[in-house]
């Protein structure tokens, strides 16, 4: 087939035109062009046939969707209708409902004019109704029915008022309202009248009657001011009547010490019991919010009569003058007087109860007050909320009540502080050692003095009383009850009989010397001072148990004081702030329960350097003395007759008799621990200095295990650990060759930890004799 001049390029086909134009290709001369194009046309005609023969694939699927449609051609007919049908159903539905809903508005706006007529004539008929009703009610001195007539009338809508003079009815409505504007005026000034004068007759039906009236006119706070001015009428009778009782009772009655607590006590309790009697009329007469008004004209009066009650108190206590002698008498140089301690106990209690009280008595009116807002903030704003709560803090914090109750715990406290160091300082100075007890009595009256002291801070229900105290008493106990025990710890440990002699001797012959100088002979048994060896020891003996003995108390003390605080917290009486600072006190208290503790040690160890080791240390050097290159002759009689390790243990056993007698357990397990590690210690130096055959390797191996045996029944502890060393060194001089040593050590050791170096397993083989120094420098360690 020709390309070039087939009839679909002829007639400008797609296909022709996308390629080449035939003009172009008659222009065309030369050959290679001409192949060019040829093969660009075949091209193209092959991709034309490819597209053909696709549409030819797809006829019988067309075919078949148009005999679909035109089955579908009636339906479409009959859609084409129903659609025409509906839309004028649709056109006709809109301007129907178009019609109706201006009818509807119409009818909104009629029954909302209708509504405002109703309710203006409604206005104008209880106006008229207001009139009459308060005129008959004044006539009848009906004054709470002629208050609920005003209230009514106070309670219309003044703009429909107004809208109701402006009508044909103007000058009806205006005469009635003058009528009423008189009638409150004359209502107002004969109720506010009438309740004065209930209020200073004490006439309690008569003041809650017109009481109630008050808030009908709109005389809320007037209502509240002169029923508080009847209430603080009553408190003040009866707060004076019962201070004058408190001033003129017996000194001998059993509530005689604590009878000015016990007045405030019935000033607030009544303040309570006005509370829970009055707060009910006054919610629902004057609505919620209202009931701090009134405490705040109550709390005025409280702080009067109850600084009345703390004036008295100080004046008959002398609390002021007992504070000025104790404070000149905790400043160095000024101390003119002292007061003795069991004289501030019953003044300190009774502080402490008034305290405890008036905290009390501020719960109670945070609770209800909290309350009485809570109902009416639940409408309110923000800034009304914050207010309410200022209004609520100014009145606990701010009052009179509350800033008398710092300035005696301000007292409180350093009067506190001196009773403790004063009866601390008496113990110590009464301090007497029973025989058989292993403490002396300073400890426990120190404690119970500084647990009395600390225990009364929380009864106060001053969360700062009680971190005060807390840190009064850990410096107590952690200088001066401390230092005394560390001073009777520096006298230390009588040595020996001998050296203890040797020091009497010389601090007698200076004695004896002064004593001729004034003309004197002093007794040279008692300068010599022989006698006193004994209780030397056992002061120093009780001495390590009272600090063992206090470390304890104080971490009980501790206990009791978080149990106290807790039920201190759980009734409402601190804040998170404050239970974090009596947390950081009571950390205190640890930390000096820990130096108590290292205070022992230090003074075991004291012990031990003094007393046990100057022993110790020879009778562990005679092993030197007792030869361990022995053969089986020497080894039989080492059987019969121990020549080391009994007379040891027999001398330690000695040596610690007076210490298990004279020490708790828990110090005793102590020292015995520090003189097994000593022993040990000692031992494995001795051992490097001697030399061992096999049968002395066994017998010292024999002699370890009686030792051990010993003293792990003489101590609760394990002791096992600190002879590891020992027993390995056994072990290796045990050994009948050198290389056996390989089958214990390193992978072949099994569960055996190794606490000797290579160098000194190496060291321990040469000890015995037997064993050559070329085949122990040849092992592998």
């Not at 409604?122 to 005003?150: P, S």
């Not at 019935?266 to 004057?286: S, W």
């Not at 405890?356 to 009304?384: G, N, Q």
Request: glycine content about 4%; hydrophobic content about 40%; charged content about 25%.
């Amino acid at each position: 087939m020709d390309e070039v001049s087939s009839p679909a390029r002829r007639r400008g086909g797609p296909a022709g035109l996308s390629a080449v134009q035939s003009d172009t290709i008659e222009g065309l001369t030369e050959l290679e062009d001409l192949d060019r194009v040829y093969a660009q046309l075949c091209g193209e005609e092959a991709e034309v046939q490819m597209e053909l023969g696709a549409l030819m694939g797809q006829q019988s699927n067309i075919e078949t969707k148009m005999l679909a449609l035109q089955r579908m051609g009636p339906n479409l007919q009959l859609i084409e209708g129903d659609a025409v049908q509906l839309s004028g159903m649709i056109s006709f539905t809109c301007s129907l409902a178009e019609n109706v809903s201006s009818k509807v508005r119409q009818l909104d706006l009629t029954k909302k004019r209708l509504y405002q007529a109703i309710q203006r004539a409604d206005d104008i008929l209880d106006l008229k109704f207001c009139t009459d009703g308060v005129q008959t009610a004044l006539r009848n001195q009906d004054y709470e029915q002629a208050a609920a007539h005003i209230h009514r009338y106070l309670s219309l809508d003044q703009s429909v008022i107004e809208l109701s003079k402006q009508g044909g009815e103007g000058s009806a409505v205006e005469a009635s309202l003058a009528l009423l504007q008189e009638a409150e005026r004359n209502l107002k000034a004969l109720v506010t009248t009438r309740l004065e004068e209930a209020v200073a007759t004490g006439d309690l039906p008569q003041v809650e009657r017109f009481f109630k009236i008050l808030p009908l006119l709109g005389l809320h706070e007037q209502g509240l001011a002169r029923f508080a001015q009847y209430l603080c009428s009553q408190l003040a009778s009866k707060a004076e009547e019962n201070l004058l009782l408190a001033v003129g009772s017996d000194l001998g009655e059993r509530r005689a010490p604590v009878i000015f607590a016990d007045t405030l006590t019935l000033l607030l309790e009544g303040i309570a019991r006005i509370v829970e009697t009055h707060q009910p009329i006054v919610e629902t007469y004057y609505g919620p919010g209202r009931l701090h008004t009134l405490l705040a004209h109550l709390q005025n009066e409280c702080d009067k009569q109850a600084q009345k009650i703390v004036d008295k108190f100080i004046q008959q206590r002398d609390y002021n003058n007992k504070f000025q002698v104790i404070q000149s008498s905790m400043m160095r140089g000024m101390a003119t007087e002292k007061i003795e301690p069991r004289d501030l106990d019953p003044v300190l209690c009774e502080v402490t109860l008034m305290n405890s009280r008036a905290e009390l008595y501020f719960r109670f009116l945070r609770r209800r007050i909290v309350a009485d807002f809570e109902v009416a903030d639940a409408m309110a704003d923000e800034a009304v909320i914050q207010e309410h709560q200022q209004s609520l803090e100014q009145l606990l914090k701010n009052c009179q009540l509350s800033r008398t109750m710092q300035e005696l715990i301000g007292y409180y406290i350093p009067m506190e502080e001196y009773y403790m160091r004063e009866s601390v300082n008496k113990a110590v100075a009464m301090d007497t050692a029973e025989v058989g007890q292993l403490s002396s009595s300073m400890v426990d009256d120190v404690f119970y003095i500084v647990k009395k002291c600390i225990s009364r801070a929380p009864t106060s229900s001053s969360s700062d009383c009680v971190c005060a105290m807390i840190n009064h008493a850990t410096s107590v106990l952690e200088t001066d009850f401390r230092e005394v025990l560390v001073c009777k710890l520096r006298a230390g440990y009588p040595v020996s009989a001998l050296q203890d002699l040797q020091r009497g001797v010389s601090s007698a012959v200076s004695l004896m010397q002064s004593s001729l100088q004034h003309g004197k002979i002093t007794n040279l048994t008692q300068t010599l001072g022989i006698e006193s060896q004994e209780q030397a020891k056992s002061a120093y003996l009780v001495a390590l148990n009272n600090v063992e003995v206090c470390s304890e108390n104080i971490s009980t003390l501790k206990k009791n004081l978080e149990s106290d605080c807790a039920k201190l917290f759980s009734q409402g009486a601190g804040s998170d702030h404050a239970k974090a600072k009596i947390d950081s006190c009571l950390s205190d208290l640890v930390n000096t329960s820990n130096n108590f503790k290292d205070l022992l040690q230090e003074g075991l160890q004291e012990l031990n350097n003094t007393s046990i080791r100057p022993q110790v240390k020879p009778w562990i050097s005679s092993f030197l003395s007792v030869s361990h290159n022995i053969e089986e002759e020497e080894f039989s009689e080492y059987e019969a007759n121990d020549p080391w390790v009994q007379q040891l243990i027999v001398q330690l056993e000695q040596l610690m008799a007076e210490f298990k007698v004279g020490l708790s357990p828990v110090i005793y397990d102590t020292l015995t621990s520090l003189m097994t590690s000593l022993i040990a210690m000692e031992m494995e130096k001795t051992v490097f200095k001697c030399t061992f055959s096999r049968l002395g390797g066994l017998q010292f191996d024999k002699e370890l295990r009686a030792l051990v045996a010993y003293l792990s029944s003489v101590t609760s502890w394990t002791i096992r650990d600190k002879f590891a060393r020992l027993a390995q060194m056994a072990t290796i001089l045990n050994l009948e060759r050198v290389s056996e040593i390989l089958d214990y050590w390193g992978p072949n050791s099994g569960p055996l930890t190794w606490r000797l170096t290579p160098a000194e397993v190496r060291q321990v083989l040469a000890l015995r004799v037997d064993f050559r120094s070329e085949d122990i420098k040849r092992l592998r360690l």
